[in-house]
């Protein structure tokens, strides 16, 4: 473990074996590395510190217990990231993994088992069958057919672990599963790039979670199925017949704006959507976007996160709720939480107390 681990900081760092060396003034060969990696041998204590400081990384990230191995990782957009880049973000995503993990431990929650649904490892044979997953999953999560206010929370309310972090620029998301050690459960990961708009990023997250159900040996592509699952689960048939009618010769771009707003997904993807659901046909769809949604594909049209607010909607929660629970109830120090939630110690005590506490206690 701690040699994949060291193998994945050195890479994300973009050094070699040679220039991890080098970069260490010569202290540890380019063998003795190979071997850390290798798991032939341990590092000296002085050596372990000059690692995680060159590296850029704490001495929990390569000795952590807590993530044995992302299993089943598969990015979006593979072809246009490189091996060093998906180095950097999967050491990345092991060291917010670990952070969480051990805050659940701390307060014994299990965190080994997302709560799996009926519809989990569904074999279809058809891509419009992603359709069906999509209602399947919507009544075993008990969601009626209502649009979804936050797809995040969502997740995480029923066990799946959600990261947005900065990803490589034509990369969307990606998912995995933490495989922790001593047998413990797999747990589900969804990664999203939080630089692209918070509709997409929905989308996304919808996305990822129809290939966590969809089961590897469906005879489909599983991209386009995903596809049709996200725009199912976010914007139901049912809900949105009720809402703009089952049949519609021609559609106006306030009335779209609203629905929009109500599903929380992108305009271009709301069309795309009615034609689906046979509300409109191809003429009336491509009629749209020869007009007054031309621009939609490449500029989303009064986005739900304002001009300084990119990034800042719909953000996971949960880690951070749990570090305060800790701190809360002394499980944990404040220097431990601003370990774990990489803040300093004046924020902590600004989100334990309330700003004008914590200002309080500065000032004496």
């Known amino acids: 473990?701690?040699?994949?681990?060291?193998?994945?900081?050195?890479?994300?760092?973009?050094?070699?074996?040679?220039?991890?060396?080098?970069?260490?003034?010569?202290?540890?060969t380019a063998q003795a590395i190979g071997k850390y990696e290798r798991g032939e041998m341990m590092p000296s204590s002085g050596v372990l510190a000059r690692l995680t400081k060159t590296l850029g990384v704490s001495p929990e990230y390569l000795l952590s217990e807590q993530v044995e191995q992302l299993e089943a990782v598969e990015f979006r957009k593979l072809?246009?990231?490189?091996?060093?880049?998906?180095?950097?973000?999967?050491?990345?995503?092991?060291?917010?993994?670990?952070?969480?993990?051990?805050?659940?431990?701390?307060?014994?929650?299990?965190?080994?088992?997302?709560?799996?649904?009926a519809c989990k490892d569904r074999f279809i044979g058809l891509e419009a069958e992603g359709e069906v997953l999509a209602d399947d999953l919507r009544k075993d999560w008990d969601l009626g057919v209502d649009p979804i206010p936050n797809i995040t929370a969502l997740?995480?309310?029923?066990?799946?672990?959600?990261?947005?972090?900065?990803?490589?620029?034509?990369?969307?998301?990606?998912?995995c599963l933490v495989r922790r050690p001593r047998q413990k459960g797999r747990v589900p990961v969804i990664v999203v790039n939080q630089d692209v708009t918070l509709e997409r990023r929905r989308l996304t997250l919808s996305h990822e979670l129809a290939h966590r159900l969809i089961d590897d040996v469906s005879?489909?592509?599983?991209?386009?199925?995903?596809?049709i699952f996200a725009g199912a689960f976010l914007v139901p048939r049912e809900h949105l017949v009720r809402e703009i009618g089952?049949?519609?010769?021609?559609?106006?771009?306030?009335?779209?704006?609203?629905?929009?707003?109500?599903?929380?997904?992108?305009?271009?993807?709301?069309?795309?959507?009615?034609?689906?659901?046979?509300?409109?046909?191809?003429?009336?769809?491509?009629y749209a976007f020869q007009t007054f949604a031309r621009s939609w594909r490449s500029a989303e049209p009064e986005p739900l996160e304002g001009s300084g607010e990119e990034g800042q909607h719909?953000?996971?929660?949960?880690?951070?709720?749990?570090?305060?629970?800790?701190?809360?109830?002394?499980?944990?120090?404040?220097?431990?939480?601003?370990?774990?939630?990489?803040?300093?110690?004046?924020?902590?005590?600004?989100?334990?107390?309330?700003?004008?506490?914590?200002?309080?206690?500065h000032s004496q």
């Open 79 to 117: 072809a246009s990231t490189s091996a060093g880049d998906r180095a950097r973000v999967e050491a990345e995503v092991i060291d917010r993994l670990q952070r969480y993990l051990a805050i659940e431990e701390i307060l014994e929650l299990d965190s080994g088992e997302w709560r799996e649904p």
């Open 314 to 361: 719909e953000l996971p929660r949960r880690f951070e709720r749990l570090c305060y629970w800790a701190l809360a109830e002394r499980f944990i120090s404040p220097g431990k939480a601003g370990e774990l939630l990489r803040q300093p110690l004046s924020e902590i005590e600004k989100g334990l107390k309330g700003p004008s506490e914590a200002d309080a206690s």
């Open 219 to 227: 005879p489909v592509d599983q991209e386009k199925a995903s596809t």
């Open 155 to 175: 997740l995480e309310d029923h066990g799946i672990k959600v990261l947005i972090m900065p990803l490589p620029g034509r990369v969307s998301g990606l998912t």
């Open 246 to 286: 089952k049949s519609r010769k021609a559609l106006g771009y306030t009335e779209l704006i609203h629905l929009k707003r109500m599903y929380r997904v992108s305009a271009a993807a709301l069309l795309l959507r009615l034609k689906q659901v046979e509300v409109i046909d191809e003429s009336t769809l491509a």
């Open 1 to 28: 473990m701690f040699g994949d681990r060291l193998k994945l900081a050195r890479r994300r760092a973009g050094y070699s074996l040679r220039g991890l060396s080098a970069a260490l003034d010569g202290e540890v």
